[in-house]
């Protein structure tokens, strides 16, 4: 907070305020060239900074395109329903068929080694039967 | 039709969108010489000031639909000018060796430069180390008390609109003038 103080706390002596002034002028003090120069640029500047008809009817083109990608990208996806998965229809005989190649082809599996062990045993049972036979025949 | 900025600061109703490139030369060529200099007074360096003149004309037209006239056209300008070389301060690191070496060079070589009408080559001597020494104190000063002390000294604004243009309150500037002119003077006294 600046207490009250007179006007002249404010101001220099004139004398020092004009070679202040002067001397500020002087250095800033260009040729007529310099400023014929600066306000070509300044104009070239400002001409190509303002958008031309051609560029506002671009750049309108530009904006109508992208907000239709914008409308169809938001368009597409969530709240349509998934279309139905066509349904395969499998021929039953066909279906068998496979199962049963699959299984020729897989061999024998472990569970089934019991059975096929009671197949052979009782094949040689027959075997056994057989001969008990031909030797009651030849006696 | 096509209307000038001034002619618009009297009419603002009129629509400043009607403003074209060739209305805005003639504020340019009016206004181009105080812009410059408070640039070159404030940033030290012709080039940057040469620069930034040109970016102050094109930031005033492509926002001239902002104005409404609230004030003067060159507190317009120079507020946009005082801006862009706060900016400039701010961002400009790298070359600050350069540059100072390059203001040393021109305090020199503006010796030889003395005022006209001085009595004896000695004294004019002494008024322009005597200045030299209160530019020094001003270089020396605030960011703020400097552009205050620019403003009022050498564009010899009045307070208020010393406060438009730095977007300040008067008493701000005033506070601010009270203690740039008393670091001058103390600098004058020795």
């Known amino acids: 907070m600046i207490p009250d103080k007179s006007s002249s706390d404010f101001e220099l002596p004139p004398d020092l305020c004009g070679a202040l002034r002067g001397d500020a002028l002087r250095r800033s003090d260009r040729s007529n060239e310099f400023w014929a120069r600066q306000q070509t640029t300044i104009r070239a500047r400002l001409i190509s900074a303002e958008p031309t008809k051609q560029s506002r009817l671009r750049l309108a083109l530009v904006a109508a395109g992208a907000a239709i990608c914008v409308a169809l990208l938001l368009d597409t996806p969530s709240d349509r329903q998934p279309a139905p998965r066509p349904v395969v229809q499998v021929d039953p005989d066909q279906a068998l068929l496979q199962t049963i190649e699959r299984s020729l082809a897989a061999g024998t599996p472990r569970a089934l080694a019991p059975v096929a062990l009671s197949n052979d045993s009782s094949h040689d049972a027959n075997e056994f039967s057989n001969l008990n036979k031909e030797y009651r025949d030849a006696n | ?190």
């Open chain 2, 1 to 190: 039709m096509s209307m000038s900025l001034p002619v618009l600061v009297a009419r603002p109703h009129e629509g400043s969108s009607e403003i074209t490139v060739f209305d805005f030369e003639q504020i340019v060529r009016q206004h181009q010489k105080r812009v410059f200099r408070v640039l070159l007074l404030i940033l030290k360096s012709p080039e940057d000031a040469d620069n930034l003149t040109q970016e102050c004309f094109l930031r005033a037209y492509t926002s001239r639909q902002q104005f409404r006239g609230e004030c003067s056209v060159q507190t317009w300008l120079l507020r946009i000018a005082v801006n862009l070389a706060r900016d400039h301060i701010r961002n400009r690191r790298a070359g600050f060796w350069k540059r100072l070496l390059r203001i040393e060079d021109e305090a020199h070589a503006s010796v030889s430069e003395l005022p006209s009408g001085q009595p004896s080559p000695e004294r004019g001597l002494i008024a322009r180390q005597k200045l030299d020494a209160v530019w020094r104190v001003v270089d020396e000063l605030s960011a703020r008390q400097k552009e205050v002390f620019l403003l009022r000294f050498v564009e010899e604004m009045d307070l208020k609109e010393i406060a438009d243009v730095l977007n300040l309150r008067t008493g701000t500037v005033k506070a601010q003038l009270f203690r740039a002119v008393a670091r001058v003077r103390e600098q004058v006294a020795r």
